[in-house]
């Protein structure tokens, strides 16, 4: 049974739909808070809660014992510990981790996955990569990347030797060589041929393969030894002493004179769709101050002697390119006119994070390191490090989108597929080995304690764990956390569904009722839920007709969601 009832305010009056007091008692909820909601005084009290724990995806055996740490099809073998990790556009991911009941030379797989759950894909020193019986060899970092049909691609020299060196990728379970020392670079042109030395091969969603290759045979350049190259080594990058990057300050025209050939970080990237294309390069006749250059699709966007802010750049150390083609770089940035020089995260040419300034606003912590940056297709990104927090316990922390900490050294992590925190298992540390799902996830390699008040890890090595960083909605009504802040929210206060929690956020004084003034303006806001016809937004209702903001629509679909149990 419903009644209408008109109600107006400022700039908006329009007939609502309400639930009567006895469908209201059914839900178990009290309506005499309605009134005192609407005019922004809250009624309901809830209690803080701790968050979900972490999840476990699979643990270092030191952390864990079997099952959670059993290699799938590998019988008798464990983890020891997970590497490096990558993501692909869409939801695969790529981790390297050591295995125990092996050698030295097969103790490594490339283990690919999708949520929680993963295979491996290739064993070092037992999977043969071409028909000469080349067996992989992952003791070197320069380590494959994956596209978003699972294919990969892997630049290494084998293990018996190194003075040879060869690409290869893996397209729908078959392998190809893409380069081989002493094979053609026709791209460099007459009879030139690749070296001994490749590395950071990367593969696109339609399986081209760039790579580093050093100690080039180049006929035409005998001293362009260095190239970055595209599409399976048929498109030239850069090369030293030939390319000359654009956008260089002054507009200067210098080459480059070396590319940076870092072992732990890619100096060179190309995103899935193949459309951005970045490196890392020095320039060694720019002026004193300004040689290196962060280079994208041919022109500099990042350059040392250049300034942002009130700040110059003075050292670009690394930089990471995201699938959605959303780039980071760690540098030290020196104020203009004077001090020492700090160590900042930036994003797309803004700083996001800086060692001695606010973890995110109103903290009450700085930073004082930086671990690991990594952002998703939405643009979201997680910051890991450690702060000057007081408590040492927990001032290991990873924050998304310089807004808000999402998970931090003593927090649970729930080892059992129930998801309960009762394992007495701990984040302890984050490493230099995640990525930010699209899926609202968190994946980091992590090392692990069991207290929370201890600051000794049970092992140096990592599990791989999720942290769950985008609150999930059971419903259209689910639009705050249960002490009534939207979402997301702090990270500290779980969401149990729809609940008082999302009745006070509603009605808040910032809430509906001061959103439906806005008109247009309140698109996209906590309360604009559906359509101006009452159908909710996506993802919980498929809207033919026009959104004009906040009005009636989002109220009557509110309500109309609110005493449907969900969570």
């Excluded at 359509?531 to 509110?558: I, R, S």
Aim: hydrophobic share 40%; proline share 5%.
């Amino acid at each position: 049974m419903t009644n209408e009832f008109s109600t107006s305010f400022p700039a908006t009056t329009f007939t609502c739909r309400r639930h009567t007091r006895r469908n209201a008692r059914r839900a178990g909820f009290d309506f005499r808070g309605v009134l005192a909601v609407a005019l922004g005084v809250g009624v309901f009290a809830t209690s803080g809660v701790q968050a979900d724990p972490a999840e476990m995806i699979y643990a270092a055996s030191g952390h864990a014992g079997s099952p959670y740490s059993d290699v799938p099809g590998l019988s008798g073998s464990q983890f020891v510990n997970f590497g490096r990790g990558f993501r692909s556009s869409g939801s695969r991911w790529l981790f390297i981790p050591n295995i125990s009941n092996a050698t030295g030379a097969t103790d490594q797989l490339i283990f690919v996955g999708q949520g929680r759950t993963g295979a491996i894909a290739a064993q070092e020193g037992v999977t043969v990569v071409d028909d000469q019986g080349t067996l992989l060899n992952l003791s070197q970092l320069a380590l494959p990347r994956i596209n978003a049909a699972g294919n990969w691609s892997m630049a290494f020299n084998p293990a018996a030797s190194s003075t040879t060196g060869l690409v290869v990728k893996k397209v729908n379970g078959v392998f190809s060589t893409v380069a081989r020392t002493g094979g053609p670079a026709p791209v460099l042109g007459g009879s030139s041929t690749f070296g001994n030395v490749f590395a950071w091969a990367s593969i696109t969603d339609t399986n081209a393969v760039s790579f580093q290759a050093n100690n080039l045979a180049d006929a035409d350049n005998p001293f362009g030894t260095i190239g970055n190259f595209f599409d399976d080594g048929n498109q030239l990058l850069a090369q030293i002493n030939e390319t000359v990057p654009g956008n260089q300050l002054g507009g200067l025209t210098n080459q480059l004179t070396a590319l940076v050939t870092s072992t732990s970080v890619p100096p060179l990237a190309v995103s899935p769709n193949g459309a951005v294309r970045m490196y890392l390069g020095d320039m060694a006749a720019a002026p004193t101050g300004q040689s290196r250059v962060l280079v994208r699709n041919g022109l500099v966007v990042l350059q040392t002697g250049s300034t942002l802010g009130n700040d110059t750049v003075t050292s670009i150390d690394e930089f990471w390119l995201e699938v959605n083609g959303d780039w980071f770089a760690r540098c030290t940035l020196t104020p203009i006119g004077g001090g020492g020089g700090t160590t900042s995260i930036i994003r797309n040419g803004s700083v996001v994070a800086r060692i001695g300034q606010l973890i995110h606003p109103g903290a009450g912590e700085n930073w004082a390191s930086f671990v690991d940056y990594k952002g998703n297709n939405k643009g979201d990104w997680v910051i890991t490090g450690t702060s000057n927090a007081a408590d040492n316990f927990a001032n290991n922390i990873a924050v998304l989108n310089s807004s808000r900490v999402i998970s931090r050294a003593g927090d649970g992590v729930a080892l059992d597929p129930d998801g309960q925190f009762n394992d007495n298992l701990y984040v302890h540390s984050f490493r230099d080995r995640c990525f930010v799902g699209d899926d609202g996830y968190f994946y980091v390699g992590a090392r692990l304690k069991n207290s929370p008040t201890t600051t000794s890890s049970l092992t140096a090595n990592a599990s791989l764990i999720r942290i769950r960083y985008e609150p999930q909605r059971c419903n259209a009504a689910d639009i705050a956390n249960d002490q009534g802040t939207p979402l997301p929210g702090p990270a500290n206060v779980p969401n149990g569904g729809v609940n008082e929690g999302d009745y006070n956020c509603f009605f808040a004084a910032d809430g509906f009722f001061a959103q439906s003034a806005l008109g247009p303006a309140a698109i996209g806001a906590f309360t604009d839920i559906a359509d101006d016809q009452g159908t909710a937004l996506p993802p919980f209702g498929n809207p033919t007709g026009a959104n004009n903001g906040v009005n009636e629509g989002d109220y009557n679909c509110f309500f109309n969601n609110f005493f449907i149990p969900c969570v």
